[in-house]
DNA sequence: CTGTTAGCGCTTTCAT
DNA sequence: ATGAAAGCGCTAACAG
């Protein structure tokens, strides 16, 4: 292996041809014969010839870097989204340029730098910042091709890749009623979040189907964090009449709520089932183990890569595409304590 | 904000000035008056110029690009390693390129193709791969700047950025001896692993110190996951003579600890003191939160970055550095139960 | 099928 | 303190 990479001149030297031949090679165009075509292969392999990716992203205005920003505190979540965009990333020559969001109060303005910076060719949003109107607005108007992960306001002309959670919620409530729990409650995200409104959705749909609802006092709001979770947990179940089971949008917050559940002695899942969203490591680490919403996040951030790549922006480009998620059983749900 | 860039050129003309003179205030270089220099600077964020990453990449023959290449399971490590690396980057004008190497086998190569696809200006290494001989010995004879995050192998020449878990072990074992416990194990990674042979070290140093001693049947391997430490410590915890605590090498086999523990009905901390290594955020999560390791990742991170772009080739640019680690004490742990 | 010419947007070297 | 010319390694547009 030769230290120094050698240039297409040298190539074109040793292969006694002109350097746009080369180039043709390099990029699969057609206009060489087989047999120039095999030498030159045969060549650059002999000298470990690598196009200098400098001087092809000059050229081309492109620089083959695809942007991927986050600001998810769920790490496995991420990087799961990163193995999805390197895998199909790569195979087309593309790498993979992470930044994480900082400043979340000034989210869309850092996201203009740091793709004016890194000259990337393409981003990828996820959420939650995918799910920020506030953020697409700014963002929106720019110039580069852009697609979002999750997100559901239809309200922008930008592509969408997203999981159907409502329906996963309303199977997980199905289940909960099917078992026998009358008294379900549900800890959601903040508030407004697109993501606790369409987990909240699904509950309610599973309810309504068997004529039951959710009181106001079954509903909590944390913030997503394993924390909010026992706290909000820690609400529900010392109220008088305190939940059977409960739907936690995330399972960090179902980790919390496990947490509320040892200290008070409630029993998982004899005495309260608890349900999770994401299928993350701790779902698995948690005794019992958590049952909970596996979304393809691999396939959804290949679709993204996929779809940045072949941007056309003569097209209007927008398209939207919903993946279903799978319900993993585990053994956090029972059937409710008899009274 | 104007949607297209403007480039060098134009600048040159609005101020009047020649490319060079733009140039030279680019890279905040002397020979231009306060007064040019104030008025290019004023006229280039108007403008909103940002000057092309790709053609001073081409230009310079540097990408400002820096690869950050890893195969750890634990992605909250991963990603603090990433903010680190990301935080100082930025400042000094790069961006960072993730790669997760997916070929165990065949770390070296595809590394080594990684780094010649994406034209990095330097690679960032980080554990386990970080300490793996055979993907060292591959990796050096190559040209580009490189660090390695962990490690302790003295024989190559190529920086190290470590921290202490030899003595970070130490403080963990003698705090289980201060508290009573004579029957200690150990959960370690694979075994000869670096981080499983200095933390196995670390209390073996504080057995020594009291005159006690570690027998075999007390030391298990695992491979750092949940799944490994559940296994093993069921192996410890089923033995006649079971011990008061166990050391795991990390957070992941410590929670495995908790569940064979929980299996088996017994209670941690009073009838079995737990540690962990990394702090990662199940440490927290854990019922009782569980005490810990916490390695300076960040400054590690930022400490690799400056030593790659202040990389030079002509010295010799073997610098160690090791970080000092905190214990973080927390619930995992008390006297052992009387006999 | 193959080659020539002129850039991509910056930085270098050397003048002035 | 400033500028002119050449070039980084590749590709587009055109020519043969």
Redesign the pocket.
């Known amino acids: 292996v030769p230290k120094i990479?050698p240039?297409?001149?040298e190539?074109a030297r040793l292969a006694?041809?002109?350097?746009?031949?080369?180039?043709?090679v390099?990029?699969d165009e057609?206009?060489?014969?087989?047999?120039?075509?095999s030498r030159i292969k045969r060549i650059m392999e002999e000298v470990g010839?690598?196009?200098?990716r400098?001087?092809?992203a000059?050229?081309?205005?492109r620089s083959f870097l695809l942007g991927l920003v986050y600001n998810n505190a769920n790490s496995s979540y991420v990087l799961d989204l990163l193995a999805g965009c390197q895998a199909t990333g790569n195979a087309q020559g593309y790498e993979i340029v992470m930044h994480s969001i900082s400043e979340e109060d000034n989210a869309a303005q850092e996201i203009i730098r740091f793709m004016r910076r890194s000259g990337c060719d393409g981003l990828i949003l996820t959420p939650p910042v995918s799910e920020s109107t506030s953020v697409l607005a700014a963002l929106l108007g720019h110039q580069w091709p852009m697609v979002r992960i999750a997100g559901d306001n239809a309200d922008f002309q930008l592509s969408q890749i997203k999981y159907n959670d409502r329906t996963a919620s309303l199977t997980l409530a199905s289940e909960l009623i099917r078992l026998g729990h009358r008294q379900i409650a549900f800890i959601g995200g903040p508030n407004q979040a697109g993501p606790t409104l369409r987990r909240l959705a699904g509950v309610h749909d599973a309810l309504a189907l068997h004529g039951l609802a959710l009181g106001h006092q079954s509903i909590r709001y944390g913030d997503f964090t394993f924390e909010s979770g026992r706290e909000m947990a820690m609400e529900l179940l010392t109220q008088p009449n305190r939940p059977t089971a409960i739907i936690c949008a995330n399972d960090e917050m179902a980790a919390g709520s496990y947490q509320s559940a040892a200290t008070l002695g409630i029993a998982i899942p004899t005495e309260l089932s608890v349900s999770g969203f994401d299928d993350s490591p701790v779902a698995s680490h948690l005794w019992p183990q958590l049952t909970t919403v596996r979304q393809p996040v691999q396939d959804m951030a290949a679709e993204a890569v996929l779809q940045l790549i072949n941007f056309d922006h003569l097209k209007s480009n927008l398209i939207i595409k919903q993946y279903e998620a799978d319900v993993v059983f585990r053994n956090s749900m029972a059937p409710p304590p008899e009274i």
């Open positions: 990479n240039t297409i001149n190539i006694g041809v002109s350097k746009k031949t080369i180039s043709r390099i990029n057609q206009g060489v014969s087989e047999d120039t075509r010839y690598e196009p200098s400098r001087a092809r000059l050229a081309n205005s």
